[in-house]
């Protein structure tokens, strides 16, 4: 049988959406030169990209809050991969709060995965400058909730779990759990269960990370 991969990441290029006040995305070439030993027509292409640690489809490590938090060269491989449960929401709109009542049906499979993604169609307002302002939120209490069944990732569809005072950022990333935020095309699984893969570049003492997610339907 053939595996499906489905992909649930933005694509990193220099006009993709940024938080407000956050720098944009830089490509910087730094050679294209065409090489006699090459035949002197095929070229060598080489560039360097500058890029802020959450944008785009992004986790976040213990650190973005807590000066000893973990960072990602210390998190376990297992974290970021694993089955996950599908919690979809769709009828949340601007500022809904995920609260523990949209949880409860699902506690079981959450309990045994231990990961919990959240689809609540906000990326269709991806491009849209109401998406990182009027986006969805975790309340603390449903954080709670959570890091009692056990969570350790929390994915979401929109730019952040929540607002400020960022009581779910802190519970969350203060129990050592990571934050996974900017998924895309989470419409596209279609199981309740299905295998993520969410895995962070190996950046020594940083506080997030762009990355490539993957959803495996099992």
């Not at 960072?71 to 709109?93: D, K, M, N, W, Y």
């Not at 523990?100 to 699902?106: M, N």
């Not at 969570?151 to 569809?157: E, P």
Request: aromatic share 10%; with cysteine.
């Amino acid at each position: 049988m053939k595996r499906c991969y489905i992909d649930l990441s933005y694509p990193i290029e220099p006009s993709m959406p940024v938080l407000p006040n956050y720098p944009p995305v830089e490509v910087t070439i730094l050679d294209s030169t065409a090489y006699q030993e090459l035949g002197g027509t095929r070229r060598l292409n080489s560039s360097r990209i500058a890029i802020g640690l959450h944008t785009g489809t992004h986790i976040d490590a213990p650190f973005h809050f807590y000066s000893d938090g973990a960072t990602f060269e210390s998190i376990p491989l297992e974290q970021c991969i694993g089955q996950a449960t599908l919690v979809r929401l769709s009828r949340h709109g601007s500022f809904a709060p995920i609260t523990p009542q949209d949880i409860l049906a699902y506690r079981e499979s959450i309990q045994q995965t231990g990961k919990v993604v959240f689809d609540t169609g906000w990326s269709k307002m991806w491009g849209d400058p109401a998406f990182f302002l009027d986006h969805p939120e975790i309340t603390q209490e449903t954080a709670e909730l959570l890091l009692e069944w056990g969570v350790h990732l929390v994915g979401v569809d929109f730019p952040s779990v929540d607002r400020p005072p960022f009581p779910a950022h802190l519970a969350f990333l203060g129990s050592g759990a990571v934050i996974v935020e900017n998924l895309a095309n989470l419409k596209s699984v279609r199981t309740e269960r299905f295998y993520l893969t969410a895995l962070p570049l190996k950046l020594v003492g940083r506080d997030g990370s762009p990355l490539r997610a993957i959803g495996e339907e099992i």
